[in-house]
């Protein structure tokens, strides 16, 4: 079996989920329109230099609708996905995907957007398995605004895959051929850990990277 693993923002859809979700949050009347959306802004910008506060980020991002009634939220996110997501998944982002999956691979998503975000979009690429920032909750189930565990950001990524094949009874070595696309550079400690990385609609830098090194760039959006 081979093992293939995908980035989301940017890779299978044409914009960057989190981002997006808040621009959502300002649109619905969640969020203060210009105040909210100029920090949203500022924490896209940090992500896009490598420099990103998860925590600070998470605390942030989670604000306008964590306190909601746990219904009313996820009426929000189906909103989400109905208005903002669908329209930005391209038939050949989820042909690539099943092509994996029709190879008999074991594929997941792998994202530093959080779970609550994620899990309704790699659910509607067919992927089952979704590792996303995790949501640390009360005893009484509602969102705290922290992080549960280790972020799958930059490096994190790592340690939360290794985590997640021991959780299914498997390590690296177990796969002769393991795949991961990104668009981005705060995914080269992944990149670099697999045996077949894919630069996937690259930023500039990522294809200056992949064209040094010799790596497939690939283009699925415009």
């Known amino acids: 079996m081979n093992l293939t693993l995908f980035d989301l923002d940017g890779t299978l859809i044409p914009q960057d989920s989190d981002h997006a979700f808040g621009e959502f949050m300002v649109r619905i009347g969640w969020a203060d329109g210009a105040a ?63 092509q994996h999956q029709d190879a008999g691979d074991l594929v997941a998503v792998v ?44 490096a994190g990524k790592i340690s939360r895959v290794r985590d997640w094949l021991a959780e299914q009874g498997k390590s690296w070595q177990d796969f002769e051929r393991i795949s991961f696309y990104s668009d981005s550079t705060n995914d080269l400690p992944l990149l670099e850990q697999v045996s077949h990385p894919v630069a996937t609609n690259p930023t500039p830098a990522l294809e200056a990277v992949a064209r040094e090194r010799g790596w497939p760039i690939l283009k699925l959006f415009a």
Do not use: C, K
């Open 111 to 154: 994202t530093a957007t959080n779970e609550f975000v994620t899990a309704p979009i790699a659910a509607a690429f067919g992927v089952e398995h979704l590792i996303a920032v995790r949501l640390q909750r009360d005893a009484a189930g509602r969102y705290t605004g922290h992080i549960d565990g280790v972020p799958s950001f930059q």
């Open 36 to 98: 909210w959306a100029a920090r949203n802004d500022e924490f896209y910008a940090q992500y896009q230099r490598g420099e990103l506060d998860v925590d600070a980020y998470i605390e942030f991002a989670t604000s306008v609708w964590r306190s909601r009634e746990p219904a009313e939220a996820e009426a929000a996110r189906v909103r989400f996905m109905a208005e903002v997501m669908a329209p930005l998944m391209r038939d050949n982002a989820r042909a690539l995907v099943r």
